[in-house]
């Protein structure tokens, strides 16, 4: 029991500080300081720049070394896609990619492929998208050549087994048939096809052409587009460049380059198009308002890329999340997004908000692009913007393998190699008149194309008070 009481004591005058020295008095914490304000050294960008090579039959090859690990990376970029698809077959170039990587290759099958990649543990992709294709080989040093045989295979010779073809396409049709479940999904879906109306880019797959599509279509269309002109391929690594010019010469170097560069007409924007309203009894909508932006080459392009920073995809601080998410809590989800592409850009601002306050959020949306467009972005907003994007510009050259891919797209793009090193530079030099010009020119009321998605029976406004409305299916 004395113990007890002692032990109280203690603790007692601990807690007091009866009898104990006078505390030490904790030093306060330094303010933070403005990141604004911090002096540094000039951060100069300098990525390393690849070797390129180009083949007798036209192959292109770019060639980073990467000795750090006992890796080899290859990568590549093909001239085909969606946009290259025959009518009445949308879907055709995703299911040759699909069927290329899963339906065997030369004398081994698409089960007999797998097998072999995972026991090298060897990852192998290929996906064609809406304007080019892209294909990826990863693996260790020791089983580079096991597993490029392979790749190349894959790339020359694909079997497109039959019965892989029909999972590809029962699995594709089932995707399909899913995406009316996911209400945003679908909204974007449907505001591509609305964007480039009359395009090729507009046309996508349907259950009907997934299910027209027969092995023929994918062996036609993967001989009119893999042909070595038409082919980039990056190597990177731990690899000596002979090697590598060895490795691919070996296995592509007796490729005839028998093909001709297929072409799509570029997009344009629509001139006093409707809104495209597409009814689904959801309690709520999708809003997105697009227009059809600068492409990569124009001078354009940095500043409409500060623009889109400003408006939308600069995340908490853009003005879309800020005036109908942040101040008005109108929207769980809200911005824009912009991509340059060769020879034009799509653009758009997005917001996902409940039923009742469509036609409000429509409106916030329209003012806010207005706005843009009549009057010059604050300094402050510039300033933010710029530092941002080049800050995170780095963040595209965090390796050998995506350095040289880089190169290898601006090629396919048609651009000059010193792109991506003055890209900074040419963010950094936009001016508020740069960005003011830039919304002028491709925000214009007349070209834009509105898009919403919802149950317009709830709407707190109706859609024809913002114009002729269409409905679409």
């Not at 479940?181 to 879906?189: I, M, N, T, V, W």
Request: glycine share 8%.
């Amino acid at each position: 029991m004395k113990r007890n009481l002692a032990l109280s004591l203690v603790i007692l005058l601990i807690s007091t500080g009866i009898g104990l020295a006078e505390p030490v008095e904790k030093p306060k914490p330094l303010p933070w300081a403005d990141p604004d304000r911090l002096s540094y050294e000039e951060i100069k960008f300098s990525p390393p720049r690849p070797e390129r090579v180009v083949l007798e039959n036209g192959l292109t090859v770019y060639y980073l070394e990467d000795r750090e690990l006992p890796l080899v990376n290859i990568s590549l970029i093909v001239g085909a896609g969606s946009v290259f698809e025959p009518p009445g077959k949308e879907g055709l170039a995703e299911m040759t990619g699909d069927g290329m990587r899963t339906g065997g290759a030369a004398k081994l099958s698409g089960d007999k492929v797998d097998e072999e990649l995972e026991y090298l543990a060897a990852p192998i992709s290929i996906g064609l998208g809406m304007e080019y294709g892209t294909g990826s080989l990863t693996v260790l040093k020791k089983d580079l050549n096991r597993a490029f045989k392979i790749f190349a295979d894959i790339l020359r010779n694909p079997s497109f087994d039959e019965a892989k073809l029909d999972q590809e396409k029962n699995l594709k049709i089932e995707e399909l048939r899913r995406v009316f479940d996911k209400p945003q999904r679908l909204a974007f879906r449907e505001f591509k096809k609305a964007i480039y109306a009359d395009n090729p880019r507009g046309r996508l797959p349907e259950i009907a052409s997934i299910e027209k599509i027969e092995r023929d279509d994918l062996v036609a269309f993967h001989k009119a587009h893999f042909f070595p002109r038409n082919l980039r391929i990056a190597v990177t690594g731990d690899i000596s460049k002979q090697e590598a010019i060895d490795l691919i010469s070996r296995h592509f170097g007796d490729w005839d380059d028998e093909g001709d560069f297929a072409t799509a007409p570029l997009p344009k924007p629509q001139g006093n198009a409707p809104l495209y309203y597409y009814e689904k009894k959801v309690p709520q909508s999708t809003v997105i308002i697009g227009a059809i932006g600068p492409g990569k080459e124009s001078p354009d392009f940095y500043p409409f890329t500060v623009l889109d920073y400003i408006l939308g995809s600069g995340g908490f601080r853009s003005r879309i999340f800020q005036e109908v998410r942040s101040n008005r809590g109108l929207a769980y989800s809200a911005g824009s997004f912009y991509e340059g592409r060769q020879g034009y850009g799509s653009f758009g601002a997005y917001a996902m908000t409940k039923s009742e306050s469509t036609g409000q959020v429509l409106s916030l949306m329209e003012g806010i692009l207005k706005d843009a467009r009549e009057s010059r972005i604050p300094a402050q907003d510039l300033h933010l913007a710029k530092r941002s994007i080049v800050n995170s510009y780095i963040f595209s050259f965090t390796s050998s393998h995506m350095i040289a891919f880089q190169y290898m797209m601006l090629e396919f793009q048609g651009l000059p190699t010193k792109f991506l090193s003055e890209y900074p530079a040419r963010i950094d030099a936009v001016s508020r008149e740069d960005v003011l010009k830039a919304a002028e020119r491709y925000l214009d009321p007349d070209k834009k194309t509105i898009f919403v998605l919802g149950d317009q029976s709830k709407f707190d406004e109706p859609l024809k008070s913002f114009g002729e409305v269409k409905r679409v299916k």
